[in-house]
């Protein structure tokens, strides 16, 4: 059989993309047969790692790509760097442990949502982004179409779930009791990441029932690091040094009222962004 024939056989198209220049190179640096076959494989291998981070990137449907490396810590002093490295080693997705990220707008959290997943997917986890919107659209959908099970059931396959926003919109009875649902499938078996702009006392007004959010808060944070991010708004600060704003307001202490405290002009349409 050809070598191009063989190589398709066996799917090796990264190698047969690649082969005449690894060949010509091969010469060039007199390799011997074991360091050249190794070449070979290596080339093969990163080619299908690369494929399956670009694979899980699409299935993750991350609104944007930001990483940590782009976090300027300097600008959100109330976070602990070293506490974020340490939850970037994602030793929470081997536990099943949830991370759980409060914050008003602006602050950063959905980045560092993401940013977290994008280090899941490179390390090879399944991971799926959603908001609390689309993400109660979706189970209501299925539970009026009579599929809710599978419905619930593709929400658990991934290793990392992201629900973002949680607190913008408040649930109905049914939403909430499907979002209970879904917690308790996931419940020590894959993690969770969750933001939002409402302390935890006024989770039992997102739920619309003090006891299924109480029940919901006891699962979620059962095993779980929460970040409290108060800092103001890195949307505003560019804004702020054009002097739009005239002088900075001292940063606020993050408590349930300063979530509903009238917002400075430009971070009403922020919260919806
Ligand atoms: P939140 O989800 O808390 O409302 P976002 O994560 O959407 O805030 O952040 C708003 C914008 O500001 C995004 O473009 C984000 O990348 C950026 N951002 C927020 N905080 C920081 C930060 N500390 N360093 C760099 N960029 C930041
Ligand atoms: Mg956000």
């Known amino acids: 059989m050809q070598l191009t024939h063989l190589l398709e056989k066996l799917k090796l198209d990264h190698l047969e993309a ?8 091969a010469a060039a640096a007199e390799l011997d047969y074991k360091s050249f076959l190794e070449t070979a494989l290596q080339t093969e291998w990163q080619g299908r790692y690369q494929r399956g981070i670009e694979a899980r990137l699409r299935q993750s449907r991350f609104p944007w790509v930001k990483t940590l490396d782009q976090f300027d810590f300097d600008f959100q002093p109330s976070l602990d760097r070293r506490q974020l490295r340490e939850l970037a080693g994602l030793g929470f997705l081997e536990r099943s442990h949830n991370i759980i990220i409060l914050g008003p707008p602006g602050v950063g959290k959905t980045h560092l949502a993401v940013a977290l997943g994008i280090k899941a997917v490179e390390a090879g986890y ?3 982004f959603l908001t609390l919107e689309t993400l109660m659209t979706r189970l209501v959908k299925a539970r009026h179409e009579n599929r809710l099970e599978k419905a619930l059931q593709q ?3 991934p290793r990392l779930l992201i629900i973002d926003e949680i607190g913008y919109l408040p649930l109905s009875r049914e939403e909430a009791s499907l979002f ?8 020590e078996r894959a993690s969770l990441i969750v933001t939002s702009n409402k302390s935890f006392l006024d989770w039992g007004e997102i739920f619309n029932d ?3 959010a109480t029940a919901i808060l006891d699962r979620l944070l059962h095993h779980a690091t929460t970040l409290n991010i108060k800092g103001e708004s890195y949307r505003l600060k560019e804004k702020r040094r ?4 005239g002088r900075a307001r001292p940063t606020p202490t993050f408590t349930s009222d300063e979530a509903q405290a009238t917002p400075l002009p430009g971070e009403d349409e922020d919260a919806l962004s």
């Open 155 to 157: 929400l658990v396959y």
């Open 242 to 245: 054009a002097g739009l704003f």
């Open 126 to 128: 399944s991971s799926l």
């Open 18 to 25: 690649r082969l005449d220049t690894l060949c010509e190179q």
């Open 210 to 212: 003090q006891i299924l």
């Open 180 to 187: 209970f649902r879904l917690i308790v499938r996931r419940y």
